[in-house]
């Protein structure tokens, strides 16, 4: 039959199929996250639509800001984190390297301000800084005068805490400023209201008297993570939770384990109520000494406790809560714990590749936001303290060398700058500025240990590169006499 119905179908006539092309057809297609289930409505409770200044409103800024304080003055993994953070970031701190094309003119510009950022203490004002930006979510440092300094360029850096940039009574609907920041209508900061004391120090409670602070002279720095941000919140929110379910996990295992301690010996009897035994009256305790022998009551057996806390999964929980408390800094869980333990070698290196990319773009932030505004106010400042004769508005051209980054394989990272050198991929002043060094200072040491003129150590750095001896330069064309001499002051004009 399945045959003969097959071939009747075959040789049969067929109907066409009449299919509507113009009729809509609704979509069936969706987002699971934008669904009105009611476990996803639970779980989005708190979802909003505010802009980023709403959602960093005043009062969630310091209530964030305030519990991570706390948790991290007792918690021993926090406080870490923040100090590892600080310590990779800024380290000793950034060096100035002048680029005006007159060697001398550098160098001096670059002992002043070596001089002066010691006075003021600028690497650990920039550790403080972000260690306030892990904690706080962001830091303010006033440029003002400071008679009392040593160096002829009287600016001291004046640190405050983010509670005190704040503006009281701030209006509803006052156009072009949030709290603490007026800004101009393209958005660039105009001034700062500045709180005279702390609102939380002894005198906060006297008057909110306000003071405001020229945007020239007020370095801030936060993280910008939502477009239309202008005000920082805790770098480590989104976990901060993470460290205070660490705490109470390692309290709740020690009591645990406190508890069963606590009782060396239990006895217990399985006898009948109804077979003469021994009467002991319940909860009774007995000393028990070294060495001790004693007989117990009739139906009764003596046992220990088994502690169950630490369990087996105990590290394996710490290890990835620490994981999860440091991954907003994208700190790798080897760094954040200070322990490489079940780590391999390369596996090492590649966790501290991702953390060097985030330390590096930290660098660049705090050169932006910090370290080219204040050389432009301390250079104009320079200019009339020591009058240099030259244009203080703009700055000359320079850059920020930051201290070199640890190195696991020292003798791999020798071959690889070997190599490029040796190929024209790296030059000498980019390995020497990768290492927070200046080429044209440390030629001239090199030479003098050496025993030999820096034009002869040149020649020798370039033979060891490239294995034959440097040729001789070309002289000079006509006409360029001038322009050299020209480039080399560094002012566009020839002294010659």
Known sequence: MGMLAAVRR???????????MDTPRPIRGSYDAASL???????????????????????????????????????????GIQLTQANYVVGRGPKLRMQTGSPGFNSMIEAEWKRWSKEVRLAQKLRTAIKAKVQDGETFIIIAQNPRMRHRVKLGLKQIECEQVTTPFLGANEPNKIDGIKFDEFDNPLFYDVLKHHPGGQSGGFGQEVEQVPARFMLHLFREDRAGQHR????????????????RWREAVISSAEAVASFSIFIKTQADPSVESDIVTPLSTLPIEKAMMTALPRGYDPFQPKAEQPSATYAEFTREQ?????????MPNNIARADSQGTTFSGG???????????????????????????????????LRFGWGVPADPPPNHSWDWPEKPVIDEVKHANANKINLSTG??????????????????????????GVTPDEMRAALFEAHFGTSAPKPAPPAPGRNRLSAAVRNGNGRSRT
């Open 10 to 20: 075959a040789f049969s006539r067929r109907q066409p199929v009449t299919v509507d």
């Open 37 to 79: 289930d009611g476990v996803n409505t639970r779980h989005w409770a708190n979802s909003d639509a505010l802009d980023a200044d709403s959602a960093n409103s005043k009062t969630i800024r310091q209530r964030i800001s305030q519990r991570a304080r706390y948790e991290f003055a007792n918690n021993g993994q926090g406080r």
């Open 232 to 247: 920082g919140v805790c770098e480590v929110g989104s976990s901060l939770n993470c460290y205070a379910q660490g705490r």
């Open 322 to 330: 620490s994981g999860e408390q440091a991954r907003p800094l994208n």
């Open 349 to 383: 290196r590649l966790d501290h590749l991702t953390y060097f990319v985030s330390v590096d773009v930290e660098q660049q932030d705090i050169e932006e936001d910090a370290l080219d505004p204040l050389f432009e106010v301390w250079f104009a400042e320079a200019v």
């Open 425 to 450: 991929v790296a030059v000498l002043r980019r390995v020497f500025a990768q290492g927070g060094l200046d080429y044209e200072d440390e030629l001239p040491r090199m030479a003098e240990d050496y």
